[in-house]
C-alpha cells in the first residue's frame, strides 16, 4: 500500500488549507484512517481520525477548526483545515490500517505564519 499525501503549503494565520491522501496498490481493505503532524522538536501527535464507517475523533486542538472526510470507492481521505494557526505548522501524515498493518504517507509541510 502507497500513501501519498498533497495540499500542504503556506499560509498565513486565519486562513484555509485542505490536505488530501490517497491510497494505492494492494489494498485489502481500508479501516480507519488518520492524519498526524509532527511540529518541529516535537513527537507526532494524532490530528484527527475516521473509520470506515464515517465515524470521527478530533484532537482538542483543532475540533471545530478541521474536518476529517473519506472517499471510500476512490480510497481517499482529506484534512480540511480552516482559520489555521500558526501553532498548526508541521509536516502532517497520513496513515491508513488496511490488513491489520498500518502504512504511512511521507507527510506534507503546513507553514502557518503569524
Known amino acids: 500500500v502507497q500513501l501519498q499525501a498533497s495540499g500542504g503549503g503556506s499560509v498565513q494565520a486565519g486562513g484555509s488549507l485542505r490536505l488530501s491522501c490517497a491510497a494505492s496498490?494492494?489494498?485489502?481493505?481500508?479501516?480507519?484512517m488518520a492524519w498526524y503532524r509532527q511540529a518541529p522538536g516535537k513527537q507526532r501527535e494524532l490530528v484527527a481520525a475516521?473509520?470506515?464507517?464515517?465515524?470521527?475523533n478530533y484532537s482538542d486542538s483543532v475540533k471545530g477548526r478541521f474536518t476529517i472526510s473519506r472517499d471510500n470507492i476512490k480510497n481517499t481521505m482529506y484534512l480540511q483545515m480552516n482559520s489555521l494557526k500558526p501553532e498548526d505548522t508541521g509536516v502532517y501524515y497520513c496513515?491508513?490500517?488496511?490488513?491489520?498493518?498500518?502504512?504511512w504517507g511521507k507527510g506534507t509541510l503546513v507553514t502557518v505564519s503569524s
Open positions: 475516521i473509520g470506515r464507517g464515517g465515524a470521527t
Open positions: 496498490g494492494n489494498i485489502f481493505s481500508i479501516a480507519d
Open positions: 496513515k491508513v490500517v488496511s490488513g491489520y498493518l498500518d502504512y
